[in-house]
Nanobody, 120 residues
């Protein structure tokens, strides 16, 4: 059974930093892309950042220059370093991993979510 376990959320003051981690386990298939999404009540979940297996990255405009995504392929782990946090970054952050199951089949899994609150 595939599991994505997130950690690192919490309460931080505006301008502060947090580092989220997400470790995937339970599959023999390789992971193509990994990413972080976030969601606030009543708002559609949005992509924050993503990283491919080769290390190519993509960021939402709202976090460009403040957040940095990275991954450890050997440990199937993805990280999100969040700097210069703003109150509008407050959300539940979800980890996502896309597994390549062969024959052009892909399956996406999600973590349980971790709360990030930016407030003074």
């Amino acid at each position: 059974q595939v599991q994505l376990v997130e950690s690192g959320g919490g309460l931080v003051q505006p301008g502060g930093s947090l580092r989220l981690s997400c470790a995937a386990s339970g599959s023999t298939f390789s992971i193509t892309a990994m990413g972080w999404y976030r969601q606030t009540p009543g708002v559609q979940r949005e992509l924050v950042a993503a990283v491919s297996s080769s290390g190519s990255t993509h960021y939402a405009d709202s976090v460009q220059g403040r957040f940095s995504i990275s991954r450890d392929n050997a440990k199937n782990t993805v990280f999100l370093q969040m700097n210069s946090l703003k109150p509008e970054d407050t959300a539940v952050y979800y980890c996502n991993a896309v597994f390549s199951e062969g024959a052009g089949n892909f399956r996406t899994y999600w973590g349980q979510g971790t709360q990030v609150t930016v407030s003074s």
